[in-house]
């Protein structure tokens, strides 16, 4: 079934401008109608269903929002995930109007809400865990949007959700401080509290659009306020989502290529799953698509050499050198290559290997990517990083198409000072 992710918002994250191939349906529920007809549509080749939480008029009030029926839509819609966005006022001095908080915990403040998809236990007890309600998948990705957009934003935060649809009193305000909470708002804790009972991974990015009325030299929060703030910045939330949804999409490729390795156990000896990319490379959309990864990473870098280690990492180097502009250079093993070398000794299971660089291949300065298609231990890749430094190249990253993470490769690369990147990962028993 194709990754399909679920988005209950508000204002202006409903808009169809925003999908390709879009639909509007409408959906009934054992636990009646959502708050909106969901629109189906795409964001980079990924299947999403947003629900407007509110209604599209905001005429639901938080207290009346159905929230078992979303829910449950986006569940049997097949959604694996499910984003949330929301204004929050902020209870903390140093979260400011704008910011945005990836929230991890919520305290429920709520009185009259259906918290339960469960009216009566017909097979049993079920009482679901909530000690972490927010996804940490999701949580990451939204931390790593904010990040790479520049945006204002808290790692962590917690939410209290009061009934609304009136504002906190002064009292009220400085007792939720009190509390520990960090922000507040109507409407996320009966989500969180369903959507973990539905077993659907859930998160939440909360705006900050006010101080509630804790804040003395500030005027209590309005309506008004709250929507202004969140107009001026509804764009920046667009941004985040299509930011996420798009890493899911890259996820999604990725999968892809490494389904189309295969894998030979107990090769070359028992005990061994050996990854062969020969089915890989020999398929032409996969190996289009890694050098089409590897180019978008690298081409505006300012690469002036690609190393490539033997054997298949001339097959990639080379594909790539010629997209990114930039020279080839071969390394090998001792004796293969025919002019003045530089050469570099390194350990094997059993006994030392050497491998070596042409002496006049990288001129002092120069940018290199180091490329192979596999990282193991790393004992050829360190190798190879010495021999680009022996001749004054400054190597920007090493880079695989497979990385076998339980043997520790990355690590050792990464504890000599060198950037790793790789597209997919084994583990051992995989």
């Known amino acids: ?12 994250l409903d808009n169809p401008d925003l999908l390709q191939d ?35 008029k905001h005429e639901i009030p938080p207290t009346q929002v159905n929230n078992r029926a979303n829910i449950y839509a986006l569940k049997y819609q097949g959604c694996k995930f499910i984003l949330s966005t929301t204004a929050v006022g902020s209870l903390k001095e140093e979260i400011k109007r704008g ?14 809400r259906k918290l339960s998809f469960y009216e009566k236990f017909e097979f049993g007890p079920i009482h679901t865990p909530m000690a972490n309600p927010f996804s940490e998948k999701l949580r990451k990705k939204l931390i790593e ?3 790479q957009l520049g945006f204002p934003h808290h790692e962590k935060g917690t939410v209290i959700t009061i009934e609304g649809p009136r504002f906190s009193t ?11 909470a960090d922000i507040i708002n109507m409407s996320i804790a009966p989500e969180a509290i369903l959507a973990n009972e539905a077993e659907v991974e859930y998160a939440t990015i909360a ?25 001026q910045n509804v764009e920046k939330v667009k941004q985040v989502i299509v930011k996420i949804i798009e890493s899911f999409s890259i ?32 398929d032409k959309d996969g190996f289009r698509k890694v050098i089409e990864i590897f180019h978008e990473r690298y081409k505006d870098r300012g690469i002036n050499i690609v190393a490539g280690i033997e054997s298949r990492g001339f097959i990639i180097g080379g594909a790539l050198a010629e997209k990114i502009n930039a020279g080839f250079v071969p390394i090998r093993k001792k004796g293969k290559l025919p002019f003045q070398v530089e050469s570099q000794e390194y350990d094997l299971e059993y006994g030392k290997d050497t491998i070596e660089i042409h002496k006049d291949a990288i001129k002092p300065g120069e940018k290199v990517l180091l490329i192979d298609d596999l990282i193991a231990t790393s004992g050829t890749s360190t190798a ?23 043997l520790g490769g990355r690590q050792k690369l990464e504890s000599e000072g060198y950037n790793v990147f790789s597209i997919v990962n084994f583990k051992e028993n995989e």
């Open 1 to 12: 079934m194709a990754l399909k992710i679920g988005i209950i918002g508000g204002s202006g």
């Open 22 to 56: 879009f639909k509007e349906i409408e959906v009934d529920t054992p636990f009646g109608k959502p708050s909106s007809p969901l629109i189906i549509g795409k964001i980079k080749g990924i299947e999403v269903a947003i629900i407007s939480r509110h209604g599209r």
């Open 99 to 112: 910011d945005f908080v990836i929230l991890d915990q919520f305290i429920d403040f709520t009185k009259q």
């Open 145 to 147: 949007a904010c990040k």
């Open 170 to 180: 002064i009292a009220e305000s400085k007792m939720f401080r009190l509390l520990g």
């Open 207 to 231: 705006m900050s659009t006010d101080y509630d009325c804790w804040k003395q030299d500030e005027s209590p929060v309005t309506w008004d306020e709250i929507s202004k703030v969140f107009s």
């Open 251 to 282: 996820e999604e490729e990725y999968r892809k290529i490494k389904e189309k390795i295969r894998t030979i156990p107990d090769f070359p000896k028992p005990g061994i799953m050996f990854r062969d990319l020969t089915t890989l490379l020999q």
């Open 384 to 406: 190879s990083c010495k021999l680009i430094n022996k001749l004054g190249g400054k190597i920007l990253e090493c880079a695989f198409i497979v990385e076998l993470e339980d």
